[in-house]
């Protein structure tokens, strides 16, 4: 690539971008503290999609201080939707970090704000270029695309080399005084026009000397090696409804305090046998709902029998639920039926939560980077919290005390009763919120 090419791609990309940037709610200021919240947003996630979230977020935290020192629950629960929640705990504790180190303002430091929690390269550019107009390189996806492209680059992105160079690259083309701008067109370019599968050549500002398009590769760059496929799991839960005082509410379970999605809420839910198969692509996002008829209750109800579970859970029964037809290899009648037995015989075991589940009520699939979750869902109804003579494990980590004999026992802390109002202040996996909405909508 020619000197003159390298210089008609930074000024007809800059003239471009300056004529046609769209308005957007982070782009009405250099704060840097809005533009590191848009980036860490904007990762992995749409731009329509980001900006009521945006809005939101900087209106319940408008400074790193008042985001330093929120309650974690309630950072989570204005987050809750975006997913990837990690990105909100990273961006808190790295808020905790500049009102601890910098007083509340972040830094005009490159090191500084690549020490963040949660800052990797690319949010390092994009916060030095945007907020401070250094000459730093803001490399993403988009990036890699457009510039493989242009400049017909044929290594593999996947590969930390190849990233490194195109660093390089996109450093030497920024032009004098205008890091921020230059970096965002990049973006933007790679967002519009210059797109995964359908680039849209006849309209992109520096086609001209775009060698990738000249060679016939614009749909075929960039080079990147497939990841290997999620594996998928069978995860089956519990609409578990309430009676008495806790009559039109369900049952929820706080997560551990580390790991995947750590500390949020969810119904309760158990991994199927055999969940280790690569995952096909997700097939569905919404629910999936079950039959308006009742036979799908009759036949689950009638494969759950509640004395027999209560026998199993005082004699201290394997949770695999061994001796009976699915354990044993034999294919059960019901799917349905095997699967709503598994479930009551796992809590029961795992939890000390006996229910007694009575129809399957849909399903639906959640796709996280490395797991596809596919949630198969059944209202049960709730019996009693049970320790049958040995010590169980709650889900925080800490021993239940030993039970003489078998009886009820009070609910684990980790447990509450929740119904729509109780949805607005506890933070929920997306999955979750899916289900509970359908569930509440299903009820009006």
């Given amino acids: 690539m020619s000197t003159e090419a390298a210089s008609y791609f930074s000024r007809e990309l800059l003239s471009w971008y300056l004529a046609n940037k769209r308005e957007l709610p982070w782009r009405i200021s250099r704060d840097p503290y809005r533009v590191w919240v848009s980036e860490i947003m904007l990762q992995q996630t749409r731009v329509d999609t980001v900006i009521p979230y945006y809005e939101r977020f900087m209106e319940k935290f408008p400074t790193a201080a008042a985001l330093a020192t929120a309650p974690e629950p309630e950072v989570l629960k204005c987050w809750e939707g975006l997913g990837y929640y990690s990105r909100a705990r990273n961006l808190q504790a790295g808020a905790r970090e500049v009102?601890?180190?910098?007083?509340?303002?972040?830094?005009?430091?490159?090191?500084?704000?690549?020490?963040?929690?949660?800052?990797?390269?690319?949010?390092?550019?994009?916060?030095?270029?945007?907020?401070?107009?250094r000459p730093e390189p803001a490399v993403d996806g988009n990036v890699m695309r457009v510039l493989s492209r242009y400049f017909c680059l044929?290594?593999?992105?996947a590969k930390p080399s190849t990233r490194i160079g195109i660093e390089k690259l996109a450093a030497s083309l920024i032009p004098e005084g205008a890091a921020g701008d230059f970096n965002q067109a990049l973006m933007e370019l790679g967002a519009l026009v210059c797109t995964p599968k359908s680039p849209g050549c006849l309209t992109c500002p520096v086609m001209m000397h775009c060698e990738g398009r000249m060679a016939g590769k614009e749909h075929t760059l960039p080079i990147k090696t497939k990841a290997k496929p999620p594996r998928r799991e069978t995860r089956i839960a519990a609409l578990i409804s309430g009676s008495g005082e806790h009559a039109g509410k369900l049952l929820a379970r706080r997560r551990p305090d580390s790991g995947l999605l750590a500390q949020m809420w969810e119904l309760p839910h158990v991994l199927a046998p055999e969940s280790d198969a690569p995952a096909p692509a997700a097939k569905r996002r919404g629910r999936k709902a079950a039959s308006a008829s009742g036979a799908a209750a009759q036949e689950v109800a009638a494969a759950i029998e509640w004395p027999q579970a209560s026998a199993d859970a005082a004699s201290g029964a394997d949770a695999s639920g061994a001796g009976h037809a699915t354990a044993a290899g034999v294919e059960p009648p019901d799917r349905h039926a095997a699967m709503a037995d598994f479930l009551s015989r796992?809590?029961?075991?795992?939890?000390?939560?006996?229910?007694?589940?009575?129809?399957?009520?849909?399903?639906?699939?959640?796709?996280f980077s490395h797991i596809v979750?596919?949630?198969?869902?059944?209202?049960?109804?709730?019996?009693?919290?049970?320790?049958?003579?040995?010590?169980?494990?709650?889900?925080?980590?800490?021993?239940?005390?030993?039970?003489?004999?078998y009886g009820e026992v009070a609910a684990p802390a980790n447990y509450a009763w929740i119904g729509p109002e109780e949805m607005k202040t506890l933070a929920f996996p997306n999955v979750f919120v899916r289900i509970l909405q359908d569930y509440w909508r299903d009820r009006d």
Avoid: C, K
């Fill in 99 to 133: 009102l601890a180190r910098h007083g509340g303002v972040l830094p005009d430091d490159r090191d500084a704000v690549a020490a963040l929690r949660g800052v990797g390269p690319y949010t390092t550019g994009a916060i030095m270029s945007i907020a401070f107009n």
């Fill in 154 to 157: 044929e290594d593999d992105i």
């Fill in 346 to 367: 796992s809590l029961s075991a795992e939890d000390g939560l006996l229910v007694r589940p009575v129809s399957w009520w849909g399903e639906t699939d959640h796709v």
């Fill in 373 to 405: 979750w596919d949630m198969q869902v059944f209202r049960a109804e709730f019996g009693f919290w049970h320790r049958a003579g040995v010590q169980a494990a709650d889900r925080s980590g800490q021993a239940a005390e030993a039970s003489p004999s």
